[in-house]
């Protein structure tokens, strides 16, 4: 393979991280961090169907099952779910009609048939949630109706592929949203949990009926689209909605910005640590006002909502932004992220088949996955809590990741957000920076170093991690372009290392077998 010439300058005065050797444990990520949610209606591309099951996608998936020793969780909803209608004589698997004025990525008046529910076939190994259909289920007789039938459908599909229930996306945007509203202005925190309560207890008797083993999964909610919308988390809770213990895990959704948003920037908006900072404190901040609340997830989160902005979300940048939203949601007791996607959708990890709007492959922002999960290793086999070491730059930050409840010191990962431009005809001088890490008790240890690279901050194709590739022509499987062997050695108590502008690494102080050797 060509690779770019990259013009690179000498490197910068070194920084230097202070890594500890351990630190209190307690805030270990979950099995299968590195999941993700489906937008309902884009459900079938990703998977496919019996008779055509989409082997890219599942290769993708089982990419990082090879790392992190299970599966993704799948969450199957978003905004199309509140939209779903079943209809049992539907001849095919899903009728849906896109309005531009609503939103020109995703139909809004929808109907699922049986056939839908073959997709939950194609990715063995892999557990599912359905996304119940709350916007039109929880005061309409249509969409209720509908809810009881398409429960005993979930039941015989997801049988032993069950994740967790949900029902409803976002309701705290029910009465505000831009798609149209769904509820009156008059909506407010009592009247949602008494309607998701009233809707979850319909569901637990079909499911004691259809299902009665899947009853103990219980549910994901509130399922929130931010941490300052017209539904308040605090007063949520405190109305009653887990007061049955019915969530198992609280779920939350968060964008950085919106696609169409003024002043968003690559630079300023997405490779920036102190906007993740922001943006990720307050959904903690609401979550520590809860008493004994269940563990927090993100159900759903990505760069910038509307889908992505071109040329933003889904760049090498965009990819290095997920890193650090990812890795510091760990470091904050977030125990696990679902990123979104959707056919068509800017900020998507894959595009799972060829329209005429995008074509099918592979986005930087897997590669960003596949960095996470290898930072986090297999989480079958270990319990791993991470720590942040941010710079005084808002373009620099460090993670460390522990096992041993917190007493080991596996990996730290570095990751440079400095813009660089590499698609220009004339590209400047790529920036280098030295990083100094400071480590305790392991002089003269042999560190390994893998590298996430791209041309540059623009570029949307040719990223490679560790000298493997995972693209559409390989049917999404890894193959190896460059063999391992770069290492580092720890030095008068000091691992350094160059990082070039807009680039990642890994120093992997333990080896967990986790590099496909």
């Given at each position: 393979m060509m690779r770019p010439v990259l013009l690179l300058a000498s490197p910068v005065v070194a920084v230097q991280y202070k890594i500890s050797s351990s630190i209190p444990g307690g805030n270990d990520v979950f099995d299968s961090f590195m999941s993700y949610s489906i937008e309902l209606s884009s459900f079938p591309d990703f998977a496919g169907n019996k008779s055509h099951p989409n082997t890219y996608s599942y290769n993708l998936l089982k990419n990082l099952a090879a790392i992190s020793g299970s599966m993704p969780y799948i969450r199957v909803g978003g905004n199309t779910q509140d939209y779903a209608l079943y209809n049992a004589s539907l001849p095919y698997a899903i009728n849906g009609t896109v309005d531009p004025k609503r939103s020109?990525?995703?139909?809004?008046?929808?109907?699922?048939?049986?056939?839908?529910?073959?997709?939950?076939?194609?990715?063995?190994?892999?557990k599912f949630s359905h996304g119940l259909n709350l916007g039109?289920?929880?005061?309409?007789?249509?969409?209720w109706q509908s809810l009881l039938e398409t429960v005993p459908q979930v039941c015989k599909a997801l049988r032993g592929k069950l994740y967790i229930w949900q029902y409803g996306n976002e309701p705290d945007l029910f009465s505000t949203s831009s798609q149209g509203p769904v509820r009156p202005p008059t909506?407010?925190?009592?009247?949602?949990?008494?309607?998701?309560?009233?809707g979850t207890r319909a569901i637990n008797g079909l499911v004691t009926k259809h299902c009665p083993e899947l009853l103990s999964s219980?549910?994901?909610?509130?399922?929130?689209?931010?941490?300052?919308?017209?539904?308040?988390?605090?007063?949520?809770?405190?109305?009653?909605?887990n007061s049955g213990s019915s969530i198992r895990?609280?779920?939350?959704?968060?964008?950085i910005s919106g696609a169409t948003s003024p002043g968003v920037t690559l630079q300023g908006t997405l490779m920036n640590h102190?906007?993740?900072?922001?943006?990720?404190?307050?959904?903690i901040t609401n979550y520590k006002l809860l008493s004994n609340p269940p563990p927090l997830i993100f159900g759903e989160h990505n760069s910038l909502y509307n889908q992505g902005r071109p040329g933003l979300s889904n760049t090498f940048g965009a990819a290095l932004w997920s890193i650090d939203f990812n890795l510091f949601s760990a470091a904050l007791s977030v125990r696990r992220v679902h990123m979104h996607m959707g056919t068509n959708y800017r900020y998507a990890s894959w595009q799972p088949i060829t329209t005429s709007l995008s074509t099918v492959g592979t986005r930087p922002a897997y590669y960003a996955n596949i960095f996470v999960a290898s930072f986090l290793g297999d989480l079958t086999q270990r319990r791993v809590s991470i720590s942040c070491h941010a710079s005084s730059s808002e373009t620099e930050v460090v993670y460390a990741a522990y096992t041993n409840n917190g007493t080991a010191l596996s990996r730290v990962a570095v990751v440079n957000m400095r813009g660089h431009n590499g698609s220009v005809e004339h590209p400047r001088v790529r920036g280098i920076r030295k990083v100094e890490i400071g480590v305790e008790g392991m002089e003269g240890k042999e560190v390994g170093v893998r590298r996430l690279t791209a041309s540059g901050s623009d570029a949307t194709e040719g990223v490679r991690f560790d000298g493997w590739r995972y693209e559409y022509q390989d049917s999404g499987r890894a193959?190896?372009?460059?063999?391992?062997?770069?290492?580092a050695k720890v030095e008068g108590g000091v691992v350094t290392i160059e990082i070039e502008n807009s680039g990642a690494l890994i120093l992997d102080f333990?080896?967990?077998?986790?590099?496909?050797?």
């Open positions: 020109p990525d995703y139909p809004t008046t929808i109907h699922i048939g049986p056939s839908f529910f073959e997709s939950y076939s194609t990715w063995p190994g892999s039109l289920g929880g005061n309409n007789s249509v969409g909506w407010n925190e009592s009247t949602y949990v008494w309607q998701w309560k009233n219980r549910y994901l909610a509130p399922a929130f689209g931010g941490a300052s919308n017209k539904l308040k988390l605090p007063l949520t809770m405190s109305s009653g909605l895990l609280l779920s939350v959704h968060n964008y102190t906007v993740t900072i922001r943006s990720i404190n307050a959904h193959v190896r372009e460059d063999e391992p062997g770069e290492t333990e080896d967990d077998g986790n590099r496909y050797e």
